[in-house]
Protein backbone atom coordinates (compact mmCIF):
# COMPACT_ATOMS: atom_id res chain seq x y z
CA UNK A 1 0.00 0.00 0.00
CA UNK A 2 0.88 3.58 -0.70
CA UNK A 3 0.84 6.48 2.11
CA UNK A 4 0.58 10.06 1.69
CA UNK A 5 1.35 12.36 4.60
CA UNK A 6 0.55 15.78 3.88
CA UNK A 7 2.27 19.29 5.09
CA UNK A 8 2.21 22.60 5.37
CA UNK A 9 -1.21 24.49 5.33
CA UNK A 10 -1.82 26.66 7.94
CA UNK A 11 -3.56 30.27 8.08
CA UNK A 12 -2.22 33.20 6.15
CA UNK A 13 -3.65 37.10 5.65
CA UNK A 14 -4.86 37.66 2.39
CA UNK A 15 -1.35 38.22 -0.40
CA UNK A 16 0.39 35.56 1.71
CA UNK A 17 2.35 32.74 0.44
CA UNK A 18 2.06 29.12 1.55
CA UNK A 19 3.65 25.94 0.28
CA UNK A 20 2.46 22.15 0.44
CA UNK A 21 3.80 18.77 0.36
CA UNK A 22 2.97 15.68 -0.31
CA UNK A 23 5.38 12.48 0.21
CA UNK A 24 4.27 9.18 -0.95
CA UNK A 25 5.52 6.08 1.45
CA UNK A 26 5.13 2.85 0.55
CA UNK A 27 7.32 -0.70 -1.10
CA UNK A 28 8.02 -1.86 -4.83
CA UNK A 29 5.90 1.05 -6.20
CA UNK A 30 5.94 3.67 -9.20
CA UNK A 31 3.97 6.66 -9.36
CA UNK A 32 2.08 8.19 -12.21
CA UNK A 33 0.37 11.77 -12.19
CA UNK A 34 -0.20 12.99 -9.21
CA UNK A 35 -2.44 16.27 -8.37
CA UNK A 36 -4.01 18.45 -5.35
CA UNK A 37 -7.79 19.04 -4.91
CA UNK A 38 -9.40 20.99 -2.35
CA UNK A 39 -12.94 21.06 -0.78
CA UNK A 40 -14.50 24.91 0.62
CA UNK A 41 -17.24 24.69 3.21
CA UNK A 42 -20.48 23.96 1.05
CA UNK A 43 -18.53 23.17 -2.42
CA UNK A 44 -17.92 20.31 -4.33
CA UNK A 45 -14.03 19.09 -4.12
CA UNK A 46 -12.27 20.50 -7.49
CA UNK A 47 -9.14 19.61 -9.00
CA UNK A 48 -6.68 22.34 -8.63
CA UNK A 49 -3.51 21.47 -10.01
CA UNK A 50 -2.30 18.06 -11.72
CA UNK A 51 1.50 17.11 -12.92
CA UNK A 52 1.99 14.28 -14.59
CA UNK A 53 4.66 12.09 -14.88
CA UNK A 54 7.13 14.07 -17.87
CA UNK A 55 6.39 16.85 -15.45
CA UNK A 56 3.43 18.62 -17.40
CA UNK A 57 0.67 20.59 -15.11
CA UNK A 58 -2.96 22.03 -15.95
CA UNK A 59 -4.34 24.00 -13.44
CA UNK A 60 -7.79 25.46 -12.37
CA UNK A 61 -8.25 28.56 -13.82
CA UNK A 62 -8.79 30.73 -11.12
CA UNK A 63 -5.82 29.48 -9.67
CA UNK A 64 -3.12 30.28 -12.78
CA UNK A 65 -0.50 32.27 -12.05
CA UNK A 66 -0.78 31.90 -8.68
CA UNK A 67 -0.11 28.27 -7.91
CA UNK A 68 3.00 26.25 -8.74
CA UNK A 69 2.52 22.33 -8.55
CA UNK A 70 6.36 20.52 -9.04
CA UNK A 71 7.28 16.86 -7.95
CA UNK A 72 10.63 15.62 -7.05
CA UNK A 73 10.54 11.91 -8.15
CA UNK A 74 13.36 10.82 -5.89
CA UNK A 75 11.68 11.81 -3.18
CA UNK A 76 7.67 10.71 -4.29
CA UNK A 77 6.54 13.73 -3.58
CA UNK A 78 4.11 16.36 -5.01
CA UNK A 79 4.48 20.33 -3.76
CA UNK A 80 2.16 23.11 -4.03
CA UNK A 81 2.95 26.73 -3.87
CA UNK A 82 0.20 28.79 -3.45
CA UNK A 83 1.54 32.68 -3.62
CA UNK A 84 -0.90 35.73 -3.64
CA UNK A 85 -3.83 33.93 -1.67
CA UNK A 86 -7.19 35.25 -1.35
CA UNK A 87 -10.05 34.40 1.02
CA UNK A 88 -11.76 32.64 -1.88
CA UNK A 89 -8.74 29.93 -1.86
CA UNK A 90 -9.96 28.86 1.80
CA UNK A 91 -10.28 25.24 1.78
CA UNK A 92 -9.18 21.78 2.93
CA UNK A 93 -6.51 20.90 0.63
CA UNK A 94 -5.68 17.20 -0.40
CA UNK A 95 -3.41 15.62 -2.48
CA UNK A 96 -4.18 12.42 -5.02
CA UNK A 97 -1.12 10.02 -6.18
CA UNK A 98 -2.00 7.60 -8.99
CA UNK A 99 0.49 4.53 -8.50
CA UNK A 100 1.34 0.89 -9.42
CA UNK A 101 2.98 -1.97 -7.90
CA UNK A 102 6.53 -2.26 -9.42
CA UNK A 103 5.83 -4.86 -12.72
CA UNK A 104 1.97 -4.62 -12.70
CA UNK A 105 1.12 -1.73 -14.32
CA UNK A 106 -1.86 -3.58 -15.26
CA UNK A 107 -3.35 -2.44 -11.86
CA UNK A 108 -3.64 1.59 -11.21
CA UNK A 109 -4.66 2.72 -7.51
CA UNK A 110 -5.25 6.17 -6.45
CA UNK A 111 -4.08 7.24 -2.88
CA UNK A 112 -5.22 10.05 -1.23
CA UNK A 113 -3.92 12.20 1.94
CA UNK A 114 -5.51 12.98 5.15
CA UNK A 115 -6.09 16.69 3.74
CA UNK A 116 -4.46 19.80 5.36
CA UNK A 117 -6.35 23.35 6.21
CA UNK A 118 -5.32 26.12 4.14
CA UNK A 119 -7.12 29.29 5.89
CA UNK A 120 -6.87 32.93 4.30
CA UNK A 121 -8.29 35.66 6.09
CA UNK A 122 -9.39 39.02 4.60
Known amino acids: QVQLVESGGGLVQAGGSLRLSCAAS????????MGWYRQAPGKQRELVARISKDSNTNYLDSVKGRFTISRDNAKNTVYLQMNSLKPEDTAVYLCKVDWYYSGNYDYTHASWGQGTQVTVSS
Open 26 to 33: GSTFSVNA
